[in-house]
């Protein structure tokens, strides 16, 4: 490493930017937003013209692909990522670091997009912990030099190094709150089942009984406010079995598709303010549950309506978001419509990759189905899957 007085200059910034975004990601709690700032900060760091980073999804692509360096209009034209296959998808099996002078002579590189822009020299750093890629950070087209050099992937790896703990740390507290949601919904439905049930249930046979001895009382307004009483105690039970029901985990092999979107919908109208309307319409026997079971379809279909709607609470800011589900035989179409802001579908794509709009549409194409989104700022967003019909 050069001693010059410039060079220890250029490495005390380059240190001191480096610290500053460690200390930025340790404030973060989010993973996705721990991932835009390690993709700006190893594009800053390495002069990169150009920076993805991606999440394995354990089957050889990607859950997440963020992008940096890339214009609307140019994104507009490329369409579609080569996410699950040439030297991108084949680096989430590379445990260390490559730099290629010009990634096009590599044998792996290969199916890019025809309007993709041109890429020459290549960074790839794989950010680690527990021996496992939990990301991988690809830069390339070094600004001011024909190739990144040894500085340049030490810098990178230094930053990969510490966002692991940041990512991993986002990661485990995003899980930690998914479960904990989902533990307390065990538990109160545990504590109504066993305590508040059973009195209620005590509460209905006490009023019959009180009733029947107090059937021949002289005043017949003791008889009409007993047999009222027993109609509310029977009435509370009956909501109180429904509740227990709706806070158990969805689980498709015991529910069906059907039932455990009910159930995943009447959950999210008592979490968010938000009304959500579910309108279901079965055509023929299904079975039971009402449609597919615990098969491929069923299970594709929840996952796809539970990240439209999410989708729908968390960024639209709607006044109502609808859900329809139609099942006939193993044919499924499901809408999930919002009256919220909209967006702008390319933009979108564009800067994150996201919404799981990618992953929606990967699962629809699975299924041997399709699924269309149809938004535009300030016209609320329509999502229709179809799948199962052939």
Do not use: C
Request: aromatic share 4%; no cysteine; proline share 4%.
């Amino acid at each position: 490493m050069s001693t010059e007085p410039g060079a220890a200059l250029e490495d005390s910034a380059t240190l001191r930017r480096l610290l500053d975004v460690v200390a930025r990601l340790g404030a973060q709690r989010r993973s996705e937003p721990v991932l835009r700032a390690i993709l700006e900060a190893a594009r800053d760091l390495a002069a990169a013209r150009y920076a993805a980073i991606g999440v394995p999804d354990g089957d050889g692509g990607f859950a997440l692909f963020l992008t940096s360096g890339v214009d609307a209009a140019t994104w507009d034209r490329i369409g579609a990522l080569p996410r699950t296959h040439g030297l991108l998808g084949a680096l989430l099996e590379e445990t260390s670091a490559i730099r290629l002078a010009d990634i096009r002579a590599d044998p792996r590189f290969w199916g890019y997009p025809p309007a993709h822009p041109a890429m020459s020299s290549f960074l790839g750093v794989p950010i680690m912990a527990g021996g496992e890629i939990v990301a991988e950070l690809y830069l390339a087209n070094k600004i001011g030099a024909a190739v990144f050099g040894e500085d340049d992937q030490r810098v990178v790896e230094t930053l990969a190094g510490h966002a692991a703990l940041a990512l991993v740390t986002a990661q485990h507290q995003e899980r930690l709150r998914e479960l904990s949601v989902v533990a307390e919904r065990t538990r109160i439905a545990r504590d109504l089942h066993d305590s508040v049930t059973q009195t209620m249930f005590s509460l209905s046979l006490a009023a019959e009984t009180t009733a029947t001895l107090a059937g021949a009382s002289t005043d017949p307004r003791v008889s009409e406010q007993l047999g009222r009483v027993r109609e509310l105690a029977t009435q509370a039970l009956d909501e109180l079995h429904a509740l227990v029901e709706v806070l158990r985990p969805p689980d498709l092999d015991r529910d069906g598709l059907v039932d455990a979107l009910r159930k995943r919908v009447a959950l999210l109208r008592a979490v968010h303010d938000v009304p959500v309307e579910l309108d279901v319409r079965v055509i023929g026997s299904t079975g039971a549950g009402a449609g597919p079971g615990a098969g491929p379809v069923a299970a594709e279909v929840l996952k796809v309506a539970n990240e439209a709607i999410a989708n729908a609470l968390r960024h639209a800011a709607p006044s109502l978001v609808r859900v329809e589900l139609e099942v006939d035989g193993e044919a499924v179409r499901l809408r999930v419509s919002d009256d919220g802001t909209g967006f702008d579908l390319a933009e979108t794509v564009r800067s994150t990759r996201r919404l799981g709009l990618v992953g929606m549409r990967e699962r629809a194409a699975a299924l041997g189905g399709s699924l269309r989104v149809d938004t535009a700022p300030g016209a609320g967003t329509t999502v229709v899957l179809e799948a199962g019909g052939g």
